[in-house]
């Protein structure tokens, strides 16, 4: 007992001995443990009240975590946003969580002595114009709003309204469902955007249809027989055979021609023996029975050059050649040696084919421009390279059933017979030749109801208009309103702007600037009128920290 130290400690039904040195002493493992799950404890709850201090009092939020426009705004080093959603604010670079593009940085927003994220003026204003502010908004609730400026729970400014946003989306001028986009100059660059200047030129609608090559209806010439007889001997005995005018196509054997030879032949000598008559109606009557003899050959198609060589010989020959009328080819054959003819019965066909027609279909829009007379060019794929000019000779009256299209008829030279019947044929011609303000055809997006180009304001904003389109042709379109000459309209990319500018048109109407004439009033409880009042503590939405209901 005397080399030990024992310790009484009273208890309520038992006595308890610690032997050994004393509790809590150096060397002591139960005294370790308990220190160690103090000082734990300590630690735990000092990170569990920053926790609730960091959001749920705002001073202590705003001090670790200052806000653009805060009191630390000054503190603050760079300021990013989205090109394509600029209401998307953030403190560091990274991805925007609506499209997932690339923050960049606002231009100014560090600059020292002055407010962070400062822009230029928005399209549509002049550079240094004031602009009239209705309200302003709570940056997460557009319903909440205010007439002066104030900040939100977690220490963010109100969103300024302007005038001409809440017309509808950046002043009078703009169409419905647009707004003016301001993307900055970088940003620009980065997406594509390209502009060019409007120019006042001729242009001219070109019209480009495929025809089919035709004879020329009024060069075909037909050989028909007016008596009855029999063919003898065929000059021209083939399709296709190339003739000219008064060249022998056939010889004819008719009893009528032979006995018209010897009539015309008595007549004549009847004149000789009454020219010693002393009765002048004798003489006459004589002459005039002469004269009927000769053209009744006549009638019957007999060259002048057999009637004369009949008048000398005085011989009646048993056939009569018949010669071309026309120059031309031999397009139809329906006799040969020995085939009795008729009368009226068709012997040859001689087409003339040194000038043709062209038959193109033409839509009804393209169609009611064209005029006749008017020059046209035509190409063929038998002939590359080669152009005819030619003019419109004939609009048919009537469209077709069928496919919708009218019937033009071009004329064109054909000299060598390059343009042979029933060969395609391409025809163009220019319509609606004008000068006025021209821009590219990519300039302008067809919305169905109305056309829309985007005008390049400069600075890196650019203001939508409503045009109206004149005539269109080589991948240019007259204006005849919303964009004047020397204007730059963008042509690369304007698809990225329409849904940029329908997007902040949609949000401006969400806030209310749409649909009402007046700004709106701010929200109020029953009980009064003032201004609202921030919500309380630790219910506010704060995107990206974690704050909410």
């Known amino acids: 007992m005397s080399d030990e130290k024992k310790e009484w400690i009273p208890q309520d039904t038992e006595e308890k001995v610690v032997d050994g040195p004393e509790s809590g002493a150096p060397g002591s493992g139960g005294g370790g443990k308990s220190r160690f799950f103090l000082v734990l404890s300590a630690i735990l709850g000092l990170l569990l009240a920053g926790v609730v201090a960091f959001y749920n009092v705002p001073a202590f939020h705003v001090l670790l975590h200052p806000h653009a426009g805060g009191d630390n705004a000054a503190m603050t080093a760079d300021k990013y946003t989205c090109g394509m959603h600029p209401f998307i604010l953030s403190d560091k670079p990274g991805n925007c969580p609506i499209c997932g593009m690339p923050l960049t940085k606002i231009e100014g927003s560090a600059a020292p002595g002055g407010t962070a994220g400062a822009t230029s003026a928005p399209a549509g204003q002049p550079s240094g114009g004031e602009r009239k502010i209705l309200f302003y908004r709570h940056p997460m609730n557009p319903q909440v709003t205010s007439q002066t400026p104030s900040k939100d729970e977690m220490g963010m400014d109100f969103v300024p309204v302007y005038e001409d ?62 008596i009855d007889g029999w063919i003898e001997k065929l000059h021209t005995n083939f399709t296709g055979q190339l003739v000219t005018k008064g060249q022998p196509l056939l010889e004819i054997y008719s009893p009528d021609l032979v006995a018209s030879q010897r009539e015309y032949l008595l007549s004549k000598a009847g004149v000789d023996r009454m020219k010693e008559s002393p009765y002048e109606d004798a003489r006459e009557m004589s002459s005039g029975l002469a004269q009927a003899a000769r053209t009744r050959l006549k009638l019957f198609d007999v060259p002048e050059s057999f009637i004369a060589e009949l008048e000398r010989t005085g011989k009646v020959r048993r056939t009569v050649t018949l010669n071309a009328p026309v120059s031309g080819y031999v397009t139809g054959k329906e006799i040969f040696e020995g085939t009795r003819v008729m009368p009226g019965m068709d012997l040859l066909t001689v087409t003339d084919l040194s000038r043709v027609w062209i038959d193109a279909d033409l839509y009804e829009y393209e169609a ?169 503590q630790g219910q506010g939405g704060h995107a990206g920290h974690g704050g909410g209901q």
């Open 165 to 226: 946003k809440a017309k509808g989306g950046g002043g009078d001028n703009l169409p419905a469902g647009y707004a003016a986009v301001s993307v900055g100059m970088e940003r620009v660059q980065l997406a594509g955007i390209r502009s060019v200047a409007a120019v006042r030129e001729t242009i001219s609608h070109p019209v480009r249809a495929v025809g089919i090559v035709v004879p020329d209806e009024t060069r075909v010439r037909r050989v028909q027989a007016k």
């Open 368 to 536: 009611q421009s064209v005029r006749v007379g008017q020059a046209a060019l035509l190409d063929t794929v038998a002939d590359p390279g080669t152009k005819r000019k030619g003019r419109v000779a004939f609009i048919y009256p009537t469209f077709s059933p069928e496919t919708r299209t009218l019937k033009v008829r071009f004329e064109f030279p054909n000299p060598g017979l390059r343009l042979k019947p029933q060969m395609y044929a391409n025809v163009s011609l220019d319509l609606h030749s004008v000068t006025g303000v021209v821009v590219p055809d990519s300039a302008l997006i067809e919305t169905g109801v109305r056309v829309i180009a985007f005008v390049d304001a400069g600075d890196g904003s650019f203001e939508p208009r409503e045009v109206k389109v004149g005539v269109r042709g080589n991948g240019k379109a007259q204006i005849l309103s919303g964009v004047k000459e020397g204007e730059k309209v963008v042509v690369g990319a304007n698809f990225l702007l329409d849904s940029e500018s329908k997007l902040r048109a949609a949000l401006t109407k969400m806030t209310g600037g749409a649909s009402a004439p007046s700004p709106p009033q701010p929200q109020s409880t029953p009980q009064s009128q003032s201004p609202p009042q921030p919500q309380p």
